[in-house]
């Protein structure tokens, strides 16, 4: 899926998904991502079933830069154990989970609005 939306100069936008990976701000990019304001990184071997609270040590990293941590599971919607919330919590970060494709819309619109958001996006 194509989504054309810009945003501030040096911020990630996720211009595509799909066919198991993404284009974000003009680099494409194979398997799943996270995405942060200001970058963009592989996240290997991540789906719905190993998201885990180790799997969340890079967001752990840059969590004094955020607010809003957006996960998207995939085609459809899976929920994290409840570990992964509370280990969010932890970091001081909220969570929203949405399938990938909904999780990629609200990231764009999110950092258009330079809100402290990033996204964890489980290819598809």
């Given at each position: 899926m194509d989504l054309t939306l810009q945003a501030a100069p040096g911020r990630q936008v996720v211009q595509a998904y799909g066919e198991g990976g993404f284009r974000v701000s003009g680099v494409a990019w194979t398997g799943s991502l996270l995405v942060f304001p200001g970058e963009?990184?592989?996240?290997?071997?991540?789906?719905?079933?190993?998201l885990d609270e180790a799997a969340l040590?890079?967001?752990?990293?840059?969590?004094?830069?955020?607010?809003?941590?957006l996960v998207g599971t995939g085609p459809s919607l899976v929920f994290p154990p409840a570990s992964v919330r509370a280990a969010l919590?932890?970091?001081?970060?909220?969570?929203?989970t949405m399938d990938t494709g909904a999780a990629c819309r609200t990231y764009n619109v999110l950092i258009h609005e330079d809100r402290r958001v990033a996204a964890a996006l489980v290819a598809v």
């Open positions: 963009t990184l592989a996240w290997p071997g991540t789906t719905p079933t190993t040590a890079q967001v752990r990293e840059r969590a004094s830069h955020l607010d809003l941590l919590k932890d970091m001081g970060l909220a969570m929203e």
